[in-house]
Structures are given as C-alpha cells and as structure tokens.
C-alpha cells in the first residue's frame, strides 16, 4: 500500500451542493439532482435544438457545469461546448487499439469515462479518464492540459471509471479492455492538483489470481470518510478458463477513504454468480427503514441480473433485500445473450423509491423494463417495459426519470412510470456493424443529462443532441 497523505482543499460532492458536476450527479451516484426546469407539464412538448457530430462513438455522459458541457469521445478527444452546441475547446487524451491476443470483434477505444468538473485552488478544472490508461486534470476554461498519471499501460489496462473528487483527492478504478485479457486492476487516490498518487488498492488477495479490477464508479460517504466500489471477475493465473476463489472479486466493497484499506466486503454467493457475474453497475448510497430505524444502505445490480441492498455498517452480513431485475426467460433467450444488467440505480431522497433497470424477454424481443422499488423493502411500487435494453444509468430529476434504452430515450413520471417523451434515434448505415462490444452503434449507452430546461444524450453513433420544450408549460 502507497503511503497516503489526505488532503484539506476542495470538498465533499454530495447530492444538492454541485449538482450535474459528476458522473450520477453526485459522488453518491444517486442519479438525482434539483435545478431543473424540465416537468411532467412540458416533458412532453421536447424536441430536438441542437446536434453536434462527432467523428466517433460516445459513450460517457454529458457533464453540464457552469454554463459548459464537457464530454469525450472514442477519437480520444475530450470537448467542451457551450449550450447553444458551439465548440469552445477539444483536447486529445489518446486512444488504445485493441489488444493484439484479443479474439473478440472490438473498436478502437478512446475516452470512455465521464468527467467530473469542480473548483479547487481558485480555478475550475476538469478531471477523466483519458484514452491511454491515465487520469487527466485539464483547465475547463481552454482544455489545457494541467497533469496526466499514467494508471495502468495500454491497450490492456482502461481507465473505464468516472471519476470522484473529495477533500482534494481524485479517485479512480483501472480495468481491462473488456477482459481482453483479465488483469489485475487497481483502484487509486490521486491528488487533484498534482496528479501523484497518494494510495492503491491493488484489490487481489490471492497470489493465484487474475483480478479482478474496477470498472464502475465510486461513491463516497464522508460521514465517515468510505469510498464504495463494485468489482469485476477474476480468473486462476495458470488456469485462464476456470474462475478464482478471491473473496474481493464480484463483490463491493467499503474502502478506507484515506487508506483506501478494506473495512468491509460482501461478494455474490456461488450460488447466484453466472458466468459473468462482475459488476458493471456502481454503487447507490440510500438510506431505507430496516427494523424500523432509518438505515444507511449501498445497493448496485450485478450481472446476474439481481439488485443487492446492503447495510453499509455491516456489508459483510448480506443484503436486506434484493430484486430479481433479470426474469429468467431473459437470462437464457438469445435475444438477450448481448444484453446485460449494468445501469447504475437513481433515488430522489429518503422515502422516495429506488429505481431500477432490468430486462425481460417479450416475444422474440429482448425489452428494457424500468422499477421503481421500495427503499424498506425493494417491492415495486410501479414497473413498465420499454423498448431497447437500458446499459447506461438512470436520471432522475424532481418528477421525472431518463434513460437511454437501445436506440431510444425515454422520459417518464417518476410517480407511475407513465412515459411522457420517447426518441428514437434513426439508423444509419454504419448501425449495421455490431463491432462495437456487440452492440448497435445507435445505441445510447450513457445515461441523459438533465440540467435546467435541457435534456442532453450522447450516441454510439457519435450524435451529441440537446432537447428542450417546444413551448412553455401550460
């Protein structure tokens, strides 16, 4: 473990004070921010103000903050854009071709993970990962580059992670390239001003061991100073077809936030695990009533298709409660064989429901269904099915939740599911490939960004499009 020396500058993100400023919203990747003027009387009069094309795919999310938006694309650039759509800055973070060893049908990968955008030292900068296994802090006033920390060498090792800004540090996961092949992984604790590495959780505890590594987001709990993440697989070093028996694969973990030690850990029993069955979801901080007293709960739906709520005082005894958002027909139809559980969760506060994504297999057709689920008890208290599959996660804003589901973006009421707006991006000619991570490239893999009356989705396909009302709310 690299010592580590806690810095005093900047301050805990938390839902509420920097809003749309980081990847979810909030360094508890809740989903859910204020300021919106986006409402269930005008959600449906939204139509298209803008497009920007970009040259290659984009799968991060829009990252709205002081009049800019600050997003990457595939080509390793990372852009700013003012809110009429016209370009103010774009940065080259570098790119990392597939693995030469990798059988898989992969795309050359640029930037692939969301910025987070705050003040720190007087001046307002930019932090991603960039395409070639580093961490960037860029000046969010031109793009230029203030420091860039090489995590991990590509092509095998990706900075997939957004990543979290607390008490001046910078934390952020290295995965592989689509385990193409496993490595061992790392989580790290970088300064924010300087870009050194302050600590280093290198996550596996068995020397026999491939993995596993951190491809979703942290959240952070400065109430007592933890940082949550999810793991991915790991396999048996001289055996790469078998799984290992590493306690910290699968499983999320609470890490020392200073440190970056492991306080507590729960991992999906053997019984529930699938042969996928990494975390691709980040971890949710919430809170729900267990026993009758208000509980702090981390919840994150694995591949297997299943949503864990876990006490984050006690992660180690096991869920409270979980959520089946995978039925079985899905779990085995082929139509679903591409699709997985990945999207990150949303909750709008303490009593409000927590909602989920899932899949479910209609007809012939592998569809998108959409929970909202009882933070006590994870009962749904409304579900729908939507068209597509839904990878990235839920937004939520007072009223409303988004999502990218496939080629589509939806935007219903967060108090019946009743879908008020639906976009439907067209096909083009270069859909037809599914070379990227076997899926379409129109699909919207990161989530909307709502921010005042604005709703932002970025494309496969490269199209980053804003979406306002047409008229005034009645």
């Known amino acids: 473990m690299v010592a580590a020396v806690l810095l005093t500058s900047g301050s805990p993100s938390t839902a509420g004070t920097i809003p749309l400023a980081t990847y979810h919203a909030n360094n508890a990747r809740t989903g859910y921010s204020t300021g919106s003027s986006l ?49 103010r800055w774009s940065t080259s973070l570098g790119t990392a071709s597939k693995p030469a060893s990798c059988p898989f049908r992969l795309a050359r990968q640029g930037i692939v993970s969301s910025a987070t955008v705050g003040v720190l030292n007087g001046q307002r900068v930019v932090w991603v990962g960039g395409g070639a296994g580093q961490l960037v802090a860029l000046k969010a006033s031109s793009g230029k580059i203030l420091w860039s920390t090489r995590l991990g060498t590509p092509p095998k090792y990706v900075t997939w992670t957004s990543p979290a800004l607390y008490h001046g540090s910078i934390y952020e996961g290295v995965a592989s390239f689509d385990d193409c092949p496993v490595i061992n992984g790392s989580f790290d604790r970088v300064n924010a001003a300087t870009g050194a590495i302050q600590a280093v959780n290198h996550l596996s505890e068995s020397p026999r061991c491939i993995g596993p590594s951190v491809w979703s987001s942290p959240a952070i709990d400065p109430t007592d100073n933890s940082v949550y993440v999810s793991t991915s697989n790991a396999i048996v070093r001289s055996h790469p077809s078998q799984t290992c028996e590493s306690s910290d694969q699968e499983a999320i973990l609470k890490l020392d936030a200073t440190t970056l030690a492991v306080r507590s850990v729960w991992q999906v029993p053997e019984s529930e695990q699938v042969g996928d069955s990494d975390f691709g979801a980040s971890p949710m901080l919430f809170t729900g009533t267990i026993g009758g007293k208000s509980t702090p709960l981390v919840g994150a739906e694995n591949k297997n298709g299943i949503y864990y709520a876990l006490n984050r005082d006690d992660l180690a005894a096991g869920p409270v409660w979980s959520y089946v958002a995978e039925d079985h027909a899905s779990a085995t139809n082929p139509a679903c064989l591409d699709a997985n559980t990945i999207s990150s969760s949303a909750w709008a506060g303490p009593g409000a429901p927590v909602i989920v994504a899932g899949l479910s297999v209609h007809g012939s057709s592998c569809i998108a269904t959409l929970a909202a689920l009882n933070p006590d008890t994870g009962q749904p208290e409304w579900q729908v099915a939507l068209q597509g599959e839904i990878v990235g996660p839920v937004t939520e804003v007072p009223g409303l939740v988004a999502v990218g589901a496939g080629q589509h973006v939806d935007v219903l009421s967060s108090s019946n599911g009743t879908i008020l707006f639906s976009y439907t991006e067209p096909r083009s000619t270069r859909s037809k490939s599914r070379a990227i991570y076997g899926a379409p490239v129109d699909y919207f893999w990161g989530p909307p960004t709502i921010a005042g009356r604005t709703l932002y989705a970025a494309n496969q396909d490269g199209n980053l499009r804003a979406f306002s009302p047409s008229s005034p709310a009645p």
């Open 39 to 87: 409402t269930t009387a005008n959600a449906s009069n939204l139509s298209q103000k803008w497009r920007i094309a970009a040259s290659a795919p984009i799968s991060d999310q829009p990252i709205v903050d002081n009049g800019m938006i600050y997003w990457g694309d595939w080509n390793g650039r990372m852009h700013a854009t003012n809110l009429s759509g016209k370009s």
